[in-house]
């Protein structure tokens, strides 16, 4: 795995006034410029080290999965993320009086808000109490 060290912060002595050596978070950032070169192993152009850290190739999940409307049922509705893949869930209008978040289905948690966005990993549940009705809307990462 990358590991991605940013510049130290000004107030970072280069040598460690304690030890008179190099401090540590000067050297990690030294050795992940020259882990990121090549560690001498080849030959890295200046043009290759001004374009930064390689980039991460972006993983989509379910790159065909739309917005869709999530039917709520009565209330406490229960709404479990049954894709198989992260998603977001947009609740909005109606009258929530309470939101919970359960990532096993028998421990809740209250949200503290009512309405928003929040973000699914596959089976966690949000568990809405309203008097009436909200409209929800899945959002497939």
């Not at 050795?31 to 560690?39: D, E, P, R």
């Given at each position: 795995m990358l590991n991605i060290t940013n510049i130290p912060a000004p107030r970072v002595d280069l040598i460690d006034p304690r030890t008179n050596f190099?401090?540590?978070?000067?050297?990690?950032?030294?050795?992940?410029?020259?882990?990121?070169?090549?560690?001498?192993?080849?030959?890295?152009?200046?043009?290759?080290?001004?374009?930064?850290?390689?980039?991460?190739?972006?993983?989509?999940?379910?790159?065909t999965a739309a917005v869709s409307s999530i039917t709520v049922g009565a209330s406490p509705f229960t709404y479990v993320n049954l894709t198989g893949f992260p998603a977001d869930v947009m609740i909005s209008g109606g009258g929530v009086s309470n939101l919970e978040f359960s990532r096993d289905g028998f421990t809740f948690f209250n949200t503290g808000s009512y309405y928003g966005m929040f973000g699914l990993s596959p089976s966690d549940t949000l568990r809405v109490t309203y008097v009436s009705p909200p409209t929800m809307t899945l959002i497939p990462r």
């Open positions: 190099m401090s540590r978070e000067w050297y990690r950032f030294f050795l992940n410029l020259f882990v990121l070169t090549g560690g001498g192993q080849n030959q890295t152009s200046l043009d290759d080290l001004q374009l930064g850290p390689p980039v991460m190739p972006v993983v989509t999940t379910n790159s």
